[in-house]
């Protein structure tokens, strides 16, 4: 049976999914034969199967709070107002992360919107694909005015067409997923409101707008997948509580590190939860 860990985007409020992974990686807690992410989930994803705690809060608390990734004064006069592109590119040279490879604790998947058909991509990270998969999956339409391009096809945020990529993992097989998320539990994502705003400006891009405006019809659809799994698989969902007060692009560095500290604490009850299963496991092994 394949385990699998998937984790959710949410720009600043990835924090807490840092939390959590850090708390795994200082637990050495791998118990999973691949991971998959999207957005910031699949940037702190790129650190936990590189085993270096630690990074991805550097990368959000330290290099996201810049200016030099978040700048509305640079949005008004017609640039980005997240940087992805820099945000990664300066993050993996200054932190040293490696690339995907042999040495990865598993294989991590990276999950990208076309615009062309509007779906979720699913790509295996790899030297050479790592860095352009990133961005991608990273690019909030609008707030980050380019569409990458890869192999002549155009992407944006995998979130807009899959945030919460557990139906992914469970179609590649893990039938025991463990999924973070990055809203408290009992959130579920509003309608929305500015469909005719999204039509101006993506009507030539009809896939891209059609999973745009059914976003949140799409991600509530997941939550209850996370609620009512198939008979044959075992969903353990760590998500930040009521008090989570990280916004997606909350820039308050107190904020960000108490929701830092939530995930870890969140992860190190699953580890202890895990222990005391395994051991339960193992005295009825020896009973028997």
Known sequence: MKSALVVEGGAMRGVFAAGVLDKFMEQNYYPFD???????????????????PGLSKTIITQYATKREFFSPMRFIKGGHMTDVHWLWHHSKKSLGIPAPGEEAAMPLYVGITSVESGECEYIQATEENVDALMVASCAIPTAFRE??????????????????????????????????????KGFTKPTVKTAWLLEKMYGA????????????????????????????????????????????????????????????????????????????????????
């Open 147 to 184: 569409q990458p391009v890869i192999n002549g096809k155009r992407y944006v945020d995998g979130g807009v067409a899959d945030a919460i990529p557990v139906r992914k993992a469970y179609e590649m097989g893990a039938r025991d997923i463990t999924v973070v998320l990055s809203q408290p």
């Open 34 to 52: 691949f991971a998959i992410g999207v957005s910031a989930g699949a940037t702190n994803l790129s650190t936990y199967v590189a085993k270096m």
């Open 205 to 288: 891009q009809p896939a891209l707008l059609d999973k745009m405006t059914k976003r949140s019809n799409i991600y509530n659809e997941t939550l209850n997948f996370l609620l009512d799994p198939p008979s044959d698989c075992t969903i353990t969902v760590i998500a930040p509580d009521e008090a989570f007060c990280v916004k997606r692009l909350t820039m308050d560095k107190k904020k960000l590190l108490r929701g830092y500290g939530q995930g870890r604490r969140m992860a190190r009850r699953v580890i202890s939860k895990s222990k005391v299963e395994a051991q339960s496991t193992q005295g009825n092994k020896t009973v028997a």
